[in-house]
Each structure stands twice: as structure tokens, then as C-alpha cells.
């Protein structure tokens, strides 16, 4: 955000309850929160930032300056093809893997989200509503695997409706195998719950 007299400023609130705190391990909260008086985790807590984006970006270039000089003198002794000759490299790039928590991965690959009836990345295994979640059953019976060619075929349909958890086309599709290049977010998915404090 900007236009704040050139004083950065942070605000710390609680994502429980919105309310904003002076420091991160401040442990009151309004009389009403049922989080007053409790321990916090850091994970807990939201920062917003604001700034004048234009005038901090001139100040850390004035206050490094010498150092953006110095690499103008020796920017062609230490790189021949730098931007400054205006030569030109290229390069291949091959793109080993993408790895997405669960929300962007349904956003990037255009499927559904992890929590719907056709959730699974992997199979066509159909989800069932238990309560107010949905739930993938053991099943006797190997379901059909969605490989990459299943993801190609099931993007190119003209409805407005997902076959089989497939919304549509993803840009991925050209340059990854999917899902086989698309491995899950295991910090999130295995380690997050184990190595909060």
C-alpha cells in the first residue's frame, strides 16, 4: 500500500478473531475472543505491511548505490554476455517437476479441488459425502489411473461441467507429464501438523 508519508508500518491481527496486536507473543486479546489469555502459535498470526513501494525501492538503491556502481565497471570482466554488450543467450530449459500446495494445485491443473467427489489427482475413485466431508473408500476393485494422455483427453471437452474432476486445458499440460510431474506437497500434507511449536 502506499501514500503513508514514507513510514513503513506493520500491523499484527489474529486470524482467529481479527483483533490487533502490539507484539506477536501478546497473549490478550478483546474480553470477548475465546482465544484471550491463551498461547498464540506464530502460524497464528497475520502481518500487514505498508509502504510507499516507490520511495523504499529509491531508498535501498540510494543506500546501495556504490555497489550497482561497482558492478557496472566490472560487469564485462565477470560476465562476457551480460545485458550490457547486448548479447544474447539462450537456453533449454526442461522442467523436472511443479510442486503446488493443494489449493494452487487445483488452480493450476483447472480440477477440482481436493475436497470434491472427484478430488483424486491419481485415480477415478469417486468420493462419497460422509457429515459435511467428502472421503475416497477403500475399494476392492483397481480404479482407472489418470495419466497424462486421460488429462489431455478429459481437458478438451466443450461443457461447462468437470469430466472426472478434469475442468479443462492447463498450460502445464506442455511441458509436464501430468500427474506423474505434479508430486503433492508433502510439508503440508505430512510434516506441517508434526513440526508446528
Not at 478473531?17 to 506477536?24: I, R, S
Not at 565497471?73 to 533449454?92: G, H
Not at 477415478?124 to 476392492?140: A, L, M
Request: hydrophobic share 35%; charged share 20%; net charge neutral.
Amino acid at each position: 500500500m502506499t501514500n503513508n508519508d514514507h513510514r513503513p508500518e506493520v500491523f499484527m491481527r489474529r486470524m482467529e478473531c481479527g483483533n490487533m496486536l502490539a507484539q506477536t507473543n501478546e497473549e490478550n486479546c478483546s474480553m470477548a475472543c475465546v482465544h484471550n489469555g491463551k498461547y498464540r502459535l506464530y502460524a497464528k498470526i497475520a502481518e500487514l505491511a505498508m509502504m510507499n513501494v516507490e520511495y523504499e525501492i529509491k531508498r535501498v538503491a540510494e543506500h546501495h548505490m556504490n555497489l550497482i556502481n561497482e558492478y557496472l565497471k566490472q560487469a564485462e570482466q565477470l560476465v562476457s554476455c551480460d545485458i550490457i554488450n547486448a548479447s544474447r543467450l539462450w537456453y533449454n530449459v526442461r522442467v523436472q517437476q511443479a510442486i503446488f500446495d493443494l489449493l494452487a494445485r487445483g488452480h493450476f491443473l483447472n480440477v477440482v479441488q481436493y475436497n470434491g467427489y472427484d478430488g483424486c489427482g491419481d485415480s477415478c475413485i469417486k468420493g462419497v459425502v460422509k457429515g459435511r466431508q467428502i472421503y475416497f473408500p477403500f475399494s476392492e476393485t483397481t480404479e482407472k489411473r489418470k495419466n497424462h494422455e486421460f488429462y489431455l483427453k478429459s481437458s478438451k471437452h466443450n461443457t461447462h461441467r468437470s469430466v472426472q474432476g478434469i475442468k479443462g486445458p492447463t498450460p502445464l499440460s506442455s511441458i509436464l507429464q501430468l500427474p506423474n510431474q505434479i508430486p503433492y506437497d508433502s510439508m503440508h500434507l505430512i510434516y506441517h501438523e508434526h513440526l508446528e511449536s
